[in-house]
Each structure stands twice: as C-alpha cells, then as structure tokens.
C-alpha cells in the first residue's frame, strides 16, 4: 500500500478502532440474546402493531430468521454502520481541507486523481471492514445459539449491508470532494440515509405507495428479505453502482476545483 | 535533469491572475526567477502573496493567464513537479496526532525514500525533538517540522510561505544558513515574507507585491542604493530650511538652529553640495535600512497608506 493510504489509515485508526468495537458489541449482544428472547419472542411479536412491524422491516419476531432481521439488519445495525461510513468517509478530503492538513498530504508526488483515488481507497477498505464485522460474527454466534438460518442467506444480508455502506460512501465522498465542505457532505448523506430509511418504510404502509421503495437503497438491501431467500445480485450490484458512481464523480471534481480557500 | 533543459528560469509566471469571487488574490503577475536563485516575495498581509504560491503548487487554479514551474505545468505534472519541490505552508496544519518522526517517515517515504539520516540531521540543526507528538510541539518547533520536511529531498525548487515565523532569532539564522547552502548547492529559493530582515540576509532579489499587484522588482543591492536615507547634518551655525528644501530628492526638511534634518532619495551630491557652502560640524546618515525602502513603496503610492501602515 502506497505510503498516503497507510497515512490515512494511521491518522483514522482510533475511529475505525471505536466503531468496530462499537459495531462487534451490538451485533454480538443481540445475536447471543436470541437464546434468551426465543420465549418471549410471541409476546413482543403480539405487542407491536402490524404498522409499525412493517415499518420497522419485521414479518416476524418470533422465527430466528425474523429476528435477526428486527435486530441486527433492521434499525440499529445499518445505522451504526451507515453513520460510521459517514464519518469516516468525511476524512478523506473535507475534514483535512478545512483543518489545513490537505496541504501537506497534497504536496506528496501525486496528481490530484491519484491523491483523491488513494484517500478514498484507504477509506473504502476501513469502511468495508466495518460494514462486514455484523455477517462475520452473526455467522459465528448464529448456530450456537440456536439460530437455524442457512450461512449462505446470513451472508446475503451481510453483503447487503455492505453494499449500503458503500452506496452512502459514494454520496458523501462525492459531496465533500466536490465541495470540501464536512458540514454539508455529513448532511447530505445523512439526509439521504434518514429518507432513504423512511421512504422504504412508508412505502409498505401508505396504499399506492409501494413504487416510493425502489427509491430506496434500504429496499436494495433488506427490501428482497434475503434472510428468508437468499441472494439478489441485481439489487446489490444497484448499491455497487451508486457506490461507484459516487467515488469517479468525487474523483473528477475534486481534480477540477480549487483546494483550500 | 528534466527542467534543465527548459530554460534557466524555475518559475515563470505570465498574467498569473486570481480571483475569488469578485475578490482579488493576484492580478496580472508577471515574474521570472532564475534558476539557483533566492528570491524573496514581499508584500504585506492580504497583498497576494499567498494566493501566488497556491497557484504554483495546483492547490488553486488561476482565473486568467498561468505559470510554468521547474519548466512543467503545475496541474498536468503535479506528480512530477511536486517530487522537486519542497513546501511550507503559511498557516501550518498538520494532519495526524502522530509524532513528528512518524509523520516525518511519511513524508520520506512518499518521496521515495529520503535518506532517514537527512531527516535527522536537520532536525539536529534546528534543535528539534522528533520523539515528541506534533499537536503537542511549540508554533516554533511546529514550523521546524514543517521545514525539515521543505528541505528533507533536497528539492530542485523551495517554495516557502513565511519561514521564519514562529523561530526564536538564533533558529532563524540556522535557517538562513539552510537557504545559502541551497543556493549552493543550485537549489531555487522562492520564499515570503513580510519580514524585510531576512531576505535582505540572502535574497538576490526580491519582488513586492501590494493590493494583488506586482510592485516591483528589485536586486537587494540596488533596492538599498535606492533607499530614502535619513540626512543629519550640523553646522557652526543657525540655517534656513528652505534653502534646502528645493534640491533633487531632498524632503521632509527641518530646521532647529544650527542642526538640519531631512531625507534623501537617490544621491547625496545635491545636498552635500549645497551644505558645503557653510561650516558643516558633524553629517549622519543612516545606514539605508531596507524596512523604509520597503514602506516607501507604500507611503509613496497612491491609497496604499492605509495598507502599509496595517501591515
């Protein structure tokens, strides 16, 4: 690895540090609990409203399938992950533009593509790693605790989760590249992210507003309920490609604007 | 080398002009330095000194005109160029909370390799602990990582915004010793400053900027020829000011019984001539300081009192 992307892992290794930890701690604690939920999981099922379980993605708490998909795939996980990309990805270039470091990571022998392309590599690598730490220890709690879910359909949704890490990745690179601006590139991904979140939610509750969920990249994700049916290498490739899309625009623009003013 | 077979110029700027918005950087810059040159790069604060050197190094993109560096384009060879050039930043910031070695290290290894020895012994020179974390190090000692790191791959080309800022007076000289051994060794030296004192030290010339304008540029020797000395000449007894006051390039006469103050630009042969016709007991000039030759570029055009007198 080039000597800039082993820099922007240095410089970022307390945040990747604090998210794994942060990430592992609540996909292990769910995961493990389901020994322990199993029983009450009827009661929990009963007690929330058809509405709100829509809402929430859950068909149904009580098989393990149903509730891996309540816990960890559902609300808390891809947001952890989401809002991990976020920040890590706003390192890249807006966070060192407006602190100053930018001239000094910029003065390396490097065209601005490059200097961007290799920022961004560093920061999808964390980033990935990040998104992939709930399948890998799903996968490794599951069986222990009496979770049945064949791998492959846990690694589906695991990749999935990924692959929307990498969609808002994109968007955000994007922005702040283009802008070097923190501020707004955390807005609009988070704002993204939060409209992406309900417009697949409402989309199931709302009458002729099912079409709302292909606006989604939640629905790419979890909306093709691979915890149940496996893959569906369509919708992943569509989070891929707003990934990609994001990453050669941030790179193209940023190599055409003025840094640091 | 690459660049040499160019020209012997390492920086040429042609109609080199920014804007940001509707405000003005630098408009309209042209300017040659020579290669194994040190040419300092005058101007008060907000005067464009700044916005220039950003464009040479591609971190902006000019509104009009452009600028040939080390015989490249600084944005279509930035790898290239940027190899031979060392750079300190004006407004130092560094990325990391690392120690300065390791930050250090970095920049060796992306330059492919400075020899970890070079690094050390600059460091040495300016007595700097590379042991110690950058954000907890002193502005002074931040500025000498920041010049260890401008110095370390003995760049064909230094541009350095303000050097010395921050430096206590004894590091200031082992600065300027860096910058005659560079010159020595046939490096070009392009720095800042609103600091007269150190470019007068070591700059063959020097270029002043004001208002985003390129005011002038000068050999340091001749800008002191020029100087506006100060002229104190004591005679046996009362004179009159305005016997005086009318030669060529004399100003600002006064008169106090027998002692006669004014200033002199250019020769002193009008007024050495007409004193002569009395009894002269005593004549002090002061040394032309370049500080004043420097300010006079203000005080003397139009509107740029103001500036000058902020500076």
């Known amino acids: 690895m080039s000597p800039l992307v082993r820099k922007t892992w240095r410089d970022d290794r307390r945040a990747i540090i604090g998210w794994a930890l942060g990430i592992a701690a609540f996909t292990t604690i769910y995961t493990s609990f389901y020994a322990s939920f199993a029983g009450a999981a009827q009661l929990k099922d009963d007690a929330l409203p058809e509405g709100m379980k829509n809402f929430l993605s859950v068909q149904d708490m009580t098989s393990p399938a149903g509730y891996l998909q309540a816990t960890v795939y559902s609300l808390v996980g891809p947001l952890l992950v989401v809002m991990a990309a976020l920040v890590l990805t706003v390192r890249t270039i807006p966070r060192p533009e407006e602190d100053g470091g930018i001239e000094l990571l910029m003065v390396n022998p490097l065209s601005r593509r490059a200097f961007a392309a290799q920022r961004l590599l560093a920061t999808f690598i964390g980033v990935t790693a990040l998104a992939a730490i709930p399948g890998v220890l799903v996968l490794a709690i599951a069986p222990g605790v009496g979770i049945d ?3 492959g359909n846990i690694a589906s949704a695991s ?59 939640f629905h790419y994700f979890i909306g093709t309920d691979p915890l149940h049916t496996g893959w569906h290498p369509a919708h992943l490739l569509a989070l891929v490609a707003v990934g990609v899309v994001g990453a050669a625009a941030g790179i193209v623009m940023f190599d055409r604007r003025d840094v640091g003013v | 080398m690459l660049w040499s077979m160019t020209d012997d110029i390492a920086v040429r700027a042609e109609d080199l002009t920014k804007f940001y918005g509707t405000r003005r950087g630098i408009e309209g810059l042209d300017l040659e330095v020579r290669t194994g040159e040190v040419m300092g790069f005058l101007g008060p604060n907000g005067a464009g000194k700044t916005t220039t050197i950003r464009l040479l190094l591609d971190f902006l993109r000019p509104t009009r005109g452009h600028a040939t560096v080390l015989g490249m384009d600084p944005r279509r060879d930035k790898a290239t160029l940027h190899a031979q050039i060392g750079y300190l930043p004006g407004e130092l910031a560094f990325p990391g909370r690392e120690k300065a070695a390791d930050l250090l290290k970095f920049f060796a290894d992306s330059r492919g390799g400075v020899a970890w020895q070079t690094v050390t ?52 000289q082992e600065f300027l010793a860096l910058v005659r051994e560079a010159r020595a060794a046939g490096q070009t030296v392009f720095m800042s400053s609103h600091v007269l004192a150190e470019v007068q030290q070591t700059a063959d010339r ?36 305005a016997e005086f006051a009318a030669l060529p390039g004399v100003s600002d006469v006064t008169a106090s019984g027998p002692v006669l103050r004014c200033t002199v630009d250019g020769r002193l042969d009008p007024l050495i001539k007409a004193a002569a016709r009395h009894d002269v007991v005593d004549l002090l000039s002061a040394e032309p300081d370049l500080e004043e030759t420097f300010l006079s570029f203000y005080y003397h055009s139009e509107g740029a009192g103001d500036v000058a007198a902020g500076a």
């Open chain 1, 149 to 151: 879910v064949p791998a």
């Open chain 2, 206 to 241: 020097v270029a002043i900027v004001r208002d985003g304008h390129l005011a002038a540029v000068e050999r340091v020797e001749s800008l002191g020829r020029r100087a506006v000395r100060t002229v104190e000449i004591h005679f046996d007894g009362p004179v009159d000011a």
């Open chain 2, 121 to 172: 012994g600059l460091a040495e020179r300016l007595e700097l602990d590379l042991s110690r974390p950058i954000h907890t190090l002193s502005k002074g000692n931040k500025q000498k990582v920041g010049l260890v790191q401008a110095f370390m791959h003995s760049p064909a080309l230094l541009i350095l915004d303000e050097p010395t800022s921050g430096l206590d007076p004894l590091m200031q």
């Open chain 1, 159 to 217: 990749v999935g989760l990924v692959g929307l890490a990498w969609c808002y990745l994109g968007i955000t690179f994007a922005v702040g590249a283009a802008t070097g601006r923190r501020g707004l590139a955390l807005a609009v991904g988070g704002g993204l992210a939060v409209t992406g979140y309900i417009l697949r939610g409402i989309s199931g509750i709302i009458d002729g507003g099912d079409w709302l969920k292909w606006l989604s990249p």
